[in-house]
């Protein structure tokens, strides 16, 4: 029975009631309404209100609670009329109630069993008629809209709204029908300006009509959806049956459902991976196979099955193979060999199967690539390789989630799909080129991938399953060090890999590069020849850098052009040559360094010759020094980096202090002149901090105004206080002394321990002198 507005009953309210409590909602006066009552409680006090004149108080309870007493209850309630009562066979009461007016408790008489106040009872507040007038008929009008598109709503509801004469009651009965929270409903109950109350309950029905609107928005786009996956369906059960008449059903082609279900049951998953494996198993066999999450399931699954997740077979390999291989495909690199081939013995002593993580590092083209290739050859192992240079997302580590658009792996899941095994060899090059942006960080995601104590778990976004990657042996390039964050370095065992002398690349160009380049451009073994003059003129005058890609590129440009000589002019394909100085020139052009550019003389003074280690390998740098009258200070030209601009300070004042206190130089002379320290060949940046006793031997140079002995040249970081750091770099350093004819090195004394690393014809012929102070430096200098 719906809750219905009643005519007022004349009968005299009386001020002291008895409380009836409702959990549910507030009931609004001058509606008729149902009640069932089941409590013995209630029907007790329905009972002695009958017999007491039939009136009571229905108030709402603040809270949830079996036994409410008077406090537990709002203020504002409904009294109300017992018009009838029915008792059921059950023993339980429907009572018909009228309700009548709103009333505020003013004093508790009995707290409960049964509840019993004192009542004020509330009249409306009349507002500007004109205004109420409005809103009454506003909310009648928006109420109709909604009645409209709300089966809800009975024909007996929408014509007992217009028939309504009174403002508030309008206001009352609407909210009644309303879906509103209690809380809300007892607001309004309590408001007896009807102005208020009516605007209150007009914001409610417009949130109403909005929920109406998207409500049938989902309806109508649902039944489009409905009734669009009903004809796919009806045309595919033709297209099945039209095939069937064909001849041309599926019955003899296996479903993706039964080749996947069948493949999962060989991986015998357990936990998680077997749970999440097989409910999305089931999610492909309820898809239509045209919908997108269909192919998403799919790929997801495809992926799965494709991964190793069966435990690695035990190792199996020899040292004297792995040595063998290395030699095969690597001249020198002696300490590289012997630290690799320790690493193995290590690990077959242990038949251990976890992996490992090496960082080579060194300059382009040493041959960091194909050592990590030949690690892999040595262990019997797959090799993958990709490169993280310039890699800005950490997605491609860590790979997409499933909900993107061509979501997939990350490299390392990918390259587990490749490789097929779970133990294989993964080089991972150019990590100290990793970018950073809004994307994420993929060094930060590699440390995930490289701690032995996390990756035996690894989660990749796209498949969000723990993968065990800690049998992966990981080998990183690296270029240098400066730009690795150092939580990566931390978990990798570094191996520096240093640049290549001369002789080293005369040998490496006769066994390797020479009979590979005749390969490539199509000429047979020995077609073309070398004799040691002329490779050690294009390793010194066109590819001088520290690797041997230069020199590689070199050589595959010498053949490229002969074998256009036999092609234009129809010589025998198989006609031999032996390659001469001048062939070299004709074929590279003019050489790229020169004797002369080597060949730097501090014969002046305010000049020395220092050591410098760049990508090229090592180099010799000419610095010169003067002074002029003008402002006090010390100006560097050279394009220098801010550490080199350290070292010249630190040089500046420490020679200073020196030439001052003993009487070389006044120091009013340091006030009334400007020292100029440049660095030849300007376009060429230059930073590190082992220029730093060049820097003040040549400016001493210039005070004493005294040239430094002959064919002599330095290295060493100098510290404010006079001491003589040590530096890297040495081999290469010596190297470029050499081709300078340099006789003599001053090194610093912590560098005495690199002296073993530098082939002994490298050493041959130079004098080291190592140092611990710049007053050594100094006493050999001059």
Known sequence: MSNLPIAPATQTLPTKLTLMALSRCPIFPDIFTPFMITSDDDIK??????????????????NDVEEPEVSDLYEVGTSARIVKKITLPDGGLNVFLSTQKRFRIRKTLKKKNPMTVLVEYLDDEEDDAFVVKALTRTLISEMKEISENNPLFSEEMRQTMVEIDQPGKIADFITSILNLDKKEQQRILEMTNVRQRMETVLVFIKKEQEL??????????????????????????????????????????????????????????????????????????????????YFVTRNFLETVIALPWETPAPEDYSLEKARKTLDKYHYGLEDVKKRIIEYLAVRKLKMDTKGSIILLVGPPGVGKTSVGRSIAESMNKSFFRFSVGGMRDEAEIKGHRRTYVGAMPGKIIQGLKITKTKSPVFMIDEIDKMGESYQGDPASALLEVLDPEQNVSFRDNYLDLPFDLSNINFILTANSLDTIPSPLR?????????????????????????PKSLIKNGLGKGQVRYNKKELMNIANSYAREAGVRNLERNLDKIHRKYVTELIENDLPRDTQKTITIDDIKKYLGNPIFTPEEDQKVADRSGTAIGLAWTSMG????????????????????????????????????????????????????????????????????????????????????LFLNKRIKKHLAMTGELSLTGNVLPIGGLKEKTVA??????????????????????????????????VSRLEEVIAIAF
């Open 212 to 293: 109406l609107r998207m409500q049938k928005k989902i309806q109508t786009e649902l039944n489009e959806k409905v009734a669009k996956n009903q004809r796919e369906y009806f045309l595919r059960e033709e297209l099945k049956s039209i095939k069937e008449e064909l001849g041309e059903g599926s019955g003899s082609k296996p479903s993706d459902y039964d080749k996947f279900k069948k493949k999962i049951d060989n991986f015998h998953f357990e936990g998680e991976i077997k749970e999440t494996v097989e409910n999305e198993l089931e999610k492909l066999e309820l898809m239509e196979p045209n919908s997108s999450e």
């Open 737 to 770: 002394a050499k081709r300078n004819n340099i006789k003599t090195i001053i090194i610093p004394k912590q560098n005495i321990r690199d002296l073993d690393d530098i082939p002994e014809q490298v050493k041959k012929g130079i004098d080291f002198k190592p």
């Open 618 to 701: 090592g180099d010799t740098l000419m610095m010169e020094a003067m002074s002029f009258p003008g402002k006090e200070g010390l100006k560097l030209t050279g394009q220098l980096g801010d550490v080199m601009k350290e070292s010249a300070s630190i040089a500046m004042s420490w020679i200073r202090a020196y030439v001052i206190k003993n009487k070389i130089k006044p120091l009013s002379y340091f006030q009334k002149n400007t020292i100029h320290l440049h660095i030849p060949e300007g376009a060429t940046p230059k930073d590190g901090p082992s220029a730093g006793i060049t820097m003040a031997v040549t400016l001493l140079s």
């Open 45 to 62: 006090l329905i009972e002695d209100c009958v017999a007491d004149g039939g009136i009571l108080g229905i108030v709402m309870q603040k």
């Open 490 to 514: 931390d978990r990798v065992e570094i191996i520096q890999m240093a640049g290549y002398v001369d002789e080293e690349k005369y040998q490496i160009a006769k066994k390797y590069l020479v």
